[in-house]
């Protein structure tokens, strides 16, 4: 097997970026899941690494080799 993976997800908290999200846990490709939530809120995982994140003001993010985007709006809102 090839060097592991590193992914990025923004999103991880709705519908669709919560389905993305468990499927990237169980994925013997990827070694570690960065989230990026704007509260802590998922459940550990050991793979799993949560970053609270101000998307209106964004930092420095971890290298990583793939990226998903869930983001979307409620329907609140």
């Known amino acids: 097997m090839s060097e592991k993976r590193i992914a990025l997800l923004a999103g991880g908290t ?3 970026g919560g389905c993305l ?3 990237l846990l169980a994925d013997a490709r990827y070694s570690r899941v960065y989230a990026l939530v ?3 809120c998922l459940p ?3 793979h ?4 609270v994140f ?3 003001h964004p930092a420095k993010l971890p290298r990583v080799d793939d990226v998903f985007c869930c ?3 409620t ?3």
Do not use: C, N, W, Y
């Open 14 to 16: 709705g519908l669709t």
């Open 21 to 23: 999200l468990e499927l």
């Open 38 to 40: 704007r509260k802590p």
């Open 44 to 46: 550990a995982h050991s």
């Open 48 to 51: 799993l690494q949560v970053q």
């Open 54 to 56: 101000d998307f209106d």
């Open 71 to 73: 983001l979307g709006t």
């Open 75 to 77: 329907i609140k809102k």
